[in-house]
């Protein structure tokens, strides 16, 4: 692990500036990639977003995302329970009708809504055309003129008809007072009233109709309507910092080539026609209402392209007036705002402010599905509270909402949170986030950038440092697909909209860039030389030569190393007993050196050769470790230990044993290149090799598994548990002890220890020619320990010295 570290931290200081490079032209692209919206880079925004909200809000395992049900809020459900029970009970039957129903069923709602005390009601439907029968439009208007709540409702735009004349908005503060009666028709001048009231019927007083009269009357009849209705529906909405309300969404028409719209029957006759575009202009509401609803608002569909309702815009224009969206004007009555104003980052609703975007828009923060967010309540059951006259504490101080549920009815919609639902959810939500200021607002677009930038970033460290086919491959699939999870969650906790499409496009634009630089600019010697040395070393260690730029010099050079020879003593009887059975010979000895190979590289070694029984490593060369003499020793504990693990395989503890020998020397080395110019040979001369050489055969007669030299024993210190076992003297007439090496401070008991102490003991008294006294001590120490092999060896060179003459000039060293 700590080699893994070590090689990121070497690549990053190598290429950080490259990465610097590589990400803010990866990031610079995918920001005139979002710009023109190159393939449709938007909508996959719009994809990320919608799969973010659902991923985060009202989940339980995400309590920053959990939303209680609005306890402000309450819908009046005109649903199918209604429908049925309203059809099923004769005196509503009757006094209803079927859908759509008489309008006196509102007037009904309304006056128990206003007993109950709402605070508000909003009606979200349009109602432009008369009923035949219109005592229940004038019923429905008396009501809403009487109830003493404030009400609002829906108006519609629709192509084909002029805009309203210009007005001076005003927004009313509650109900207005009921119109007044209208005064008696004037009496002519010398007649009495009884006179007018009866006239004769010898001469009629009434002329013969004039058509042109007549039209010119409902032309001023209409034109009185609509001034009403722009009265009525216009908003007082001020706009500052550059902001304009927007424009009803224009309508496609066809038309005829003599410039008329399009019939079904021009459609059927197969005549060429033409689209083009048509102004939508609101629709007066019938006259009953228009003098004494509280406010108008428009119901006109925003959705994005896709269909999918995930914003607004709060104030439109038809050129001539300012209209405001149904729930703005409802909750600026709510809060008795006399005004509005519409500013970059800001909506002014006279004390109350709520915060939106810079462009005069929010996008709407659902929170979730319908029915998770909102109460709502049947139509039937509000009938039902009113015949009881009870019921009030569900609606009393809520604003309330009456909409259309059941198929029909509903204008059926697409949130972020569902495909199909009643429209009504946009005004709920409008309202609730309105009320409690918390729109979803996108992030000012240089944190979008610095977003992209940051995980362009990571994208070029994962592919540079990292440097691995799945990770070119797989970082840019992870973050297509990984981006839709950061931008819920960071909407979710901080209701700002970061653009995760051109973060995602920023990241996969890096990963091409980082790789084509990997493959076609990065140093091909330095790959050659990684390429060479990970057959003798480990690949990551081959890698942190290079990343550290510690390539060997192939010509040679003096260094200070740790020379290991391991003998698999024991291979030559098991290749004896398996004569004849070659595949079975090769199986052998590779699980052993496949067994042992690996440890030398895990500790940072070389591996110079692989001749026959005897593996031969270098530590610190070439690649410089500080504790290259103990990553050797350490190397040779874990052979042991691998070695006896393979024992256990009952194939293989059936054949003669196989034990490691091990020989360890630490000095100055010549390292390099001893093979040719194309075939690289990294390997050691000097001393040390013939030493460590000496020491795996001295150790076989010393009953020692690993046996090291005193240089390597000073280097090692503490670090692990060792004892002398031996007087030897080189060839240079140097004299110096050897060790052996027993294992880890923590895998040496007290009783081992003592052991070991008594036998260097007696080793010092054997070396003194005290063979008696040497004799006592190792006795001890082998009824301490008694498969110490040492110490058995020990003994019987010490009986085998007291037995005959000492040779000439015997001290006790062994030459090697």
């Known amino acids: 692990m700590s080699n893994v570290l070590t090689l990121i931290a070497l690549r990053f200081r190598r290429l950080w500036k490259v990465m610097l490079v590589i990400s803010a032209l990866a990031t610079a692209g995918a920001w005139a990639w979002w710009v023109t919206d190159f393939l449709g880079i938007s909508g996959d925004e719009l994809g990320a977003y919608d799969d973010g909200l659902g991923q985060f809000n009202n989940v339980w395992w995400f309590p920053p995302g959990q939303w209680d049900r609005a306890e402000d809020i309450v819908i009046v459900a005109i649903d199918d329970a209604s429908f049925a029970d309203i059809a099923a009970f004769g005196p509503w039957r009757d006094r209803y009708g079927s859908w759509p129903y008489d309008r006196i069923i509102y007037s009904d709602v309304l006056e128990y809504l206003g007993q109950a005390g709402a605070r508000l009601v909003v009606f979200d439907a349009t109602l432009d055309e008369p009923k035949s029968d219109i005592s229940g439009d004038l019923k429905f208007g008396e009501t809403v003129g009487r109830v003493k709540i404030p009400f609002h409702m829906g108006f519609n735009v629709v192509p084909g008809v002029e ?15 009921p119109p007044p009666e209208p005064a008696p028709a004037p009496v002519a001048a010398g007649k009495d009233a009884k006179e007018e009231e009866f006239p004769s019927e010898d ?58 719209v399009a019939t079904g029957e021009d459609v059927a006759s197969g005549v060429e026609l033409t689209t083009q575009e048509a102004p939508r202009n609101p629709v007066p509401a019938i006259e009953p209402l228009l003098d004494v609803v509280s406010g108008f608002g428009t119901v006109s569909l925003e959705a994005d392209d896709d269909g999918i309702m995930r914003r607004t815009w709060f104030a ?70 009113r015949a009881r006259k009870d019921g009030y504490e569900r609606f009393k101080d809520k604003v309330v909402v009456i909409a259309g549920f059941a198929l029909g009815t509903a204008d059926i919609k697409s949130t972020p949170f569902e495909t199909q639902v009643p429209g009504v959810v946009k005004q709920v939500a ?32 994962l592919v540079m440092v990292v440097q691995s086919v799945v990770v070119d491959i797989g970082a840019p699939v992870f973050f297509y697909f990984f981006f839709s999870t950061v931008t819920g969650l960071f909407i979710t906790v901080t209701r700002w909209h970061l653009l995760s499409a051109m973060a995602s496009m920023a990241g996969t634009l890096a990963c091409v860039a980082a790789s084509a630089y990997n493959r076609f ?36 050079e003096e260094r200070v190393v740790t020379a290991l020879s391991a003998d698999q003593r024991g291979l030559l ?38 001749q026959g029984e005897t593996l031969v490593a270098l530590f610190g060369a070439p690649m410089s470790h500080a504790d290259h003499a103990l990553r050797a020793c350490r190397s040779a504990l874990q052979m042991r230990a691998a070695i006896a693990e393979l024992r256990k395989d009952a194939q293989l503890g059936a054949l003669p044993p196989i034990l490691a020998q091990v020989g360890i020397a630490t000095g100055i080395m010549f390292v390099g290149n001893l093979g040719s110019d194309d075939l690289i040979d990294y390997s050691a001369i000097g001393d040390g090799m013939q030493r460590c050489a000496a020491l795996e055969r001295l150790g076989a007669d010393r009953g020692a598994a690993i046996l090291v030299d005193q240089a390597t024993r000073e280097a090692v210190g503490d670090a692990l548990v060792t004892r002398r076992i031996d007087r030897v003297r080189t060839r240079d007439g140097a004299v110096s002890d050897v060790h052996e090496v027993v294992g880890e401070p923590d895998d040496v008991d007290d009783r081992a220890r003592e052991a070991l102490a008594a036998h260097e003991s007696a080793l010092d008294l054997v070396l003194a020619g005290r063979f008696a006294d040497a004799e006592k001590l190792l006795a001890r120490a082998l009824e301490l320990h008694p498969d110490d092999a040492a110490s058995r060896a020990l003994l019987a060179r010490s009986r085998k010295l007291s037995a005959g003459p000492l040779p000439v000039g015997w001290d006790g060293v062994t030459v090697v």
């Not at 709510?334 to 975007?357: F, S």
Request: hydrophobic share 45%; charged share 20%.
């Open 521 to 556: 600019l990065a140093s091909e010697e330095r790959d050659n030389l990684k390429q060479a040395f990970a057959a003798f070393m480990d690949s990551d260690l081959a890698e942190l030569m290079a990343e550290g730029r510690q390539l060997p010099n192939l010509a040679g």
């Open 163 to 177: 805009a309203l004349p210009k007005v001076e908005p005003v927004n009313r503060l509650g109900p207005p007072p």
């Open 203 to 260: 001469f009629p007083t009434e002329e013969a109709p004039d058509p042109a009269a007549q039209a010119k009357a409902r032309q001023e009849a209409l034109e009185k309507v609509r001034a009403r209705a722009a009265a009525a529906f216009a908003f007082p909405v001020e706009t500052a910092g550059g902001l304009e309300p927007k424009t009803f969404l224009p309508a496609e028409q066809k038309m005829t080539p003599d410039g008329g």
């Open 430 to 461: 409008e309202i609730d986030n309105l009320l409690h200021d918390r729109f979803i607002l996108d992030a000012p677009l240089w944190l979008s950038i610095l977003f992209a930038l940051f995980f362009a970033l990571i994208s070029v460290a």
């Open 573 to 610: 009887v098991v290749a004896e007993a398996l004569r004849g059975e070659p595949k079975k010979l090769m199986h052998v000895t590779n699980r052993f050196l496949s067994a042992v190979t690996p440890i030398v590289k895990e500790q940072g070694g070389c591996i110079d050769k692989l």
């Open 316 to 385: 439109y224009t038809d050129g001539n007036n300012t209209y405001a969206t149904l729930a703005l004007g409802a909750v600026a009555d709510a809060v008795g705002a006399d005004k509005v104003t519409l500013e970059p980052g800001r909506l002014v609703l006279g004390k109350h402010v709520v915060h939106i975007n810079q462009d005069g828009s929010a996008a709407i923060n659902y929170g979730g599905t319908l029915t998770e967010r909102f109460v709502s309540v049947p139509l039937v059951d509000v009938l039902r509270y």
